[in-house]
């Protein structure tokens, strides 16, 4: 059987140390919101995380990667700032910024800027991924959230995320606050269903391999990057791959596109519970899913699980004219 790789992330980014404060409710309430669309969501608490400082030593100016390896970023935050579609980002304003602990992990992120600005690399969600921004604060000035926004902007921006939108509210010290606003609920509502609306009006389209391989990944990724606005790609195979394969993340650089923090998704929901608008099989020998109402197409691509880079460099190119040919048909 074939599986769904669970194709959309909505990730929360906690930034306050008080529990059950203000900063984690109008988050909570914010994502509970998202799931009721049918959309996986993940929060991540960065005040109870491993996020070391960063030692401005410039390693990630001329490597691409953090000298730091010893904590969550590497592991966790970084991997999952890929996957994500949608960042949701939320705290209370500290001094006219966040929590010291969410800017440890914003700047953190200065390797995905000097891989995007430095190396000129772009992730395959950059075209369609969010950022969006919560805030909350005790007093009522009336620059009370400029400095947030801009921190807040800058960040997106490092990890290749539009900068969507926030709810802000001024004159909130406690989660009660918040809760005595009577509209709070209805705004939440229209807010998510405006910021999710484009992503989840796509064609689903599934890529399907004998494994999570070396074309799904290409072909995931180029879809995203090109045409990421009109379909919602998924990947699926009967096996999950641990790791996207090391010459794909190098053939893809080649063309200015950067899979080096993705890790290819565990198996999920069958193909069937997907209910995709399109199939798109990577060779004639792989069976097709017989699903009523859903196109279907064979690339007929050889598998190149064990072959040389200059023939994934080939596969890369075939890939993308393959996808330009169906993002124009389509």
Known sequence: MYYWMVPMLVLGLQGSPKKAGSSDYLLKTFLAEVEKMGVE???????????????????????????????????????????????????????????????????????????????????????????????????????????????????????????????????????????????????????????????????????LGKHDDIRTQMADALTQYHAGSRFHVVTAGKESAQATHPGVVEAMAEIGIDMAFHQPPSRSKTIQECRPDIIVTMSNDIDIPVIPDVMTSVWNLPDPQHAPFDLIVQLREQIHENVTSMATDT
């Open 41 to 207: 969501v993940q929060i991540l608490d960065t005040t109870r995380m491993n996020i070391k400082p960063c030692i401005g030593c410039g390693h990630c100016e001329k490597k691409g990667f953090c000298i730091i390896g010893n904590d969550d970023m590497a592991g966790t935050i970084y991997p999952l700032l890929r996957k994500a579609q949608v960042v949701v980002a939320s705290s209370p304003v500290f001094f006219y910024s966040v929590t010291s602990q969410l800017k440890a992990l914003i700047d953190r992120t200065q390797t995905l800027w000097s891989r995007k600005y430095r190396f000129r690399l772009s992730d395959p969600l950059s075209t369609t991924r969010k950022g969006f921004f919560l805030s909350m604060g005790g007093s009522r000035g009336k620059k009370l959230f400029d400095g947030v926004h801009l921190v807040a902007s800058y960040f997106f921006d490092a990890i290749d995320a539009n900068f969507s939108g926030s709810m802000t509210y001024p004159g909130i010290e406690t989660a009660a606050d918040l809760k005595k606003r009577p509209d709070l609920n209805i705004e939440i509502s229209r807010t998510v269903h405006a910021l999710m609306s484009s992503l989840l009006e796509r064609k689903r389209i599934i890529f």
